[in-house]
């Protein structure tokens, strides 16, 4: 991995009487996409204004590359800001939108020009030099306010749901630019969403927050197939979880039966929970499966029909293209690989 740039250490603020962060230790990369993510009131935005330099945390450090900087007011910081809302100078045109922290740094007029069209051309807006902000789209807008963020080269760039106010194809689209313009300027992105299909879409490393709390730090790949606990195990994709018991290394015993599954380290006997993926389920022949049931209610979804199958003990969901008929008695197959152990959260 690159060198650590920012380092929080046991971060906690308070607004009055509520704490919204209650010791938050995270390490951020150069040239990492990292994605704070987590569902409203999580602290998420919180903990990136005291990043920018907006917030002071109530206790706890901010270092950049190795300097405490949580009493640094922002424009004393390598760091800039996209808000949801744009905030774009109504009255000044693309170009000069793009210019105007240049033009404060009284930069030469040549070098601005070169920049502000080098800027134009990665955000896909040559061209626009001379229009008026207020007549672009939604999503022209929102390149605007990252080219001109990006235009000061800051080693940083706070993004906080900057996505949120565009429909669904542009956001899909701007997924896409950003993580190529992320990795063409090389710097380190630090993005907010409580949208889970964006984060695990862009970035390098996702942090689930809840409650004030990191739940896990992890790539996208290890947040969804290895949930940590079962608040991530919901909130990222769609989940059946059950409580069972880890019998021993590679063995664990849930709805009665044991299974074979790939975790160890726990301790022989203890209680557990599972996650087994919808996508993960396969229906097959009753005689040639563990868990039967009865289909329930099949949906089709466009790519894959969602089948709900109830056994003695409980409704799986599962996702699969094979369609089932409601009625039909139905066994339930999966893999050891497919079987995700999950410690125990008394808290949820």
Do not use: W
């Amino acid at each position: 991995m690159s060198n650590k740039l920012i380092e929080l250490k046991d971060l906690t603020k308070n607004f009055d009487d509520q704490q919204v962060l209650r010791g938050i230790n995270l390490d951020i990369y150069e040239n990492e996409f990292l994605t704070l993510l987590g569902p409203s009131g999580c602290g998420k935005t919180t903990t990136l204004r005291i990043i920018a330099g907006f917030e002071e945390p109530s206790s706890g450090e901010v270092l950049f590359n190795g300097i405490e900087i949580s009493k640094l007011p922002p424009y004393k910081r390598e760091i800039n800001t996209v808000f949801q809302k744009y905030a774009l100078f109504p009255h000044l045109n693309v170009a000069d939108n793009i210019a105007f922290g240049l033009n404060l740094k009284k930069v030469d007029k040549s070098v601005i020009a070169q920049k502000v069209e080098r800027m134009l051309k990665m955000v896909g807006l040559e061209g626009f030099e001379k229009r008026d902000v207020t007549l672009l789209s939604g999503g022209q807008q929102q390149r605007v306010a990252i080219a001109r963020a990006l235009v000061n080269e800051p080693k940083v760039l706070l993004l906080d749901e900057p996505l949120g106010a565009l429909d669904a194809k542009i956001r899909k689209q701007m997924q896409f630019e950003l993580k190529k313009i992320q990795q063409e300027v090389g710097i380190t992105f630090i993005y907010v969403t409580h949208d889970q299909e964006e984060a695990l879409t862009m970035s390098d490393t996702v942090v689930v927050m809840n409650n004030g709390e990191i739940q896990q730090i992890g790539s996208p790949i290890d947040i969804y197939n290895e949930p940590e606990n079962r608040f991530v195990a919901n909130f990222i994709g769609e989940s059946n979880i059950i409580e069972g018991v880890m019998v021993k290394d590679f063995l664990v015993e849930f709805d009665g039966f044991r299974f074979e599954c790939v975790d160890k380290g726990f301790e022989e006997m203890e209680e557990i929970e599972v996650v087994l993926r919808p996508e993960d389920l396969d229906i097959v022949a009753p005689e040639d499966a563990k868990l039967t049931g009865v289909v329930q209610n099949t949906t089709f979804k466009g790519v894959h029909y969602e089948i709900l199958v109830k056994t003695d003990l409980r409704i799986y969901k599962v996702q699969t293209t094979d369609y089932a008929e409601p009625g039909r008695k139905v066994g339930l197959s999966f893999e050891p690989e497919d079987v995700h152990v999950m410690y125990k959260m008394g808290a949820y």
